[in-house]
């Protein structure tokens, strides 16, 4: 299973674009990478899921390199309710479909 | 779409009884369903892979005795805490797979259980 690497932690301000970047060095030839949302006391919320260049959504952009080893989250216009664990889960979806969470990053939006 | 829910959203129970959680997945078939525990300010860690009509898969570390999982049909998997004691009390999420003809295949989540053992 691909291991995941992300910031602890990230400050930004209301009207800001975060861009949160993940770490996903073995990454394999059939895993996806599928971020998510987590409120407290709340089950995590799909945001968005790529294999490789960029998809776009109504809520954010997933930016990835060519050599997939990495991926970047971009959430543009940030208000206070985007304030959340944010998780970068890499795995393989064509087979047993397990994926780890690792420690996701924590974003604080200030006013 | 893709909607998944758990009852009960949060439970408190006296030491040494049983709990059950319920997780469904509303809207879309689930051959494969996932359980995992979140303590505060932790990430999620997965307890077990539930997959329809067949025994669930434990990961190490996790009693297969004490957590339960019985995953009957497409639509419900449950989580049995038995004997529960106090270092239970956790957040339980469960998630279910949605496979997608031709897209690749995505994981929703319940909104959680909250379970207290006094």
């Known amino acids: 299973l691909a291991k995941t690497t992300q910031p602890i932690s990230m400050d930004s301000y209301e009207g800001q674009e975060v861009n949160i970047t993940c770490s996903h060095n073995?990454?394999?030839?059939?895993?996806?990478i599928t971020w998510y949302q987590q409120f407290p006391s709340q089950g995590p919320r799909f945001i968005i899921q790529?294999?490789?260049t960029k998809v776009t959504n109504e809520v954010a952009s997933l930016f990835i390199p060519a050599d997939r080893k990495s991926s970047t989250l971009s959430l543009p216009r940030v208000s206070l309710s985007d304030t959340a664990v944010y998780y970068c889960?890499?795995?393989?979806?064509?087979?047993?479909?397990?994926?780890?969470f690792g420690a996701g990053t924590r974003l604080f939006v200030k006013a | 779409g893709a909607v998944v829910s758990q009852h009960p959203s949060w439970v408190i129970c006296k030491s040494g009884t049983s709990v059950k959680i319920e997780c469904r997945s509303l809207?879309?078939?689930?051959?494969?369903m996932f359980w995992y525990r979140q303590f505060p300010k932790q990430s999620l860690m997965l307890m077990a892979t539930?997959?329809?009509?067949?025994?669930?898969?434990?990961e190490q570390g996790v009693e297969k005795d004490k957590f339960l999982i019985n995953h009957a049909s497409l639509t419900l998997s449950t989580l049995t805490v038995t004997s529960a004691h106090p270092e239970d009390s956790s957040f339980y999420i469960c998630?279910?797979?949605?496979?997608?003809?031709?897209?690749?295949?995505?994981?929703?989540f319940g909104p959680g259980t909250r379970l207290t053992v006094l």
């Open positions: 998630s279910a797979r949605d496979q997608l003809a031709g897209r690749a295949d995505t994981q929703y």
């Open positions: 073995n990454i394999a030839t059939n895993d996806y």
């Open positions: 790529g294999y490789k």
């Open positions: 889960l890499v795995g393989d979806t064509t087979g047993g479909f397990k994926t780890i």
């Open positions: 809207d879309f078939q689930a051959t494969t």
């Open positions: 539930s997959n329809e009509g067949s025994k669930a898969t434990y």
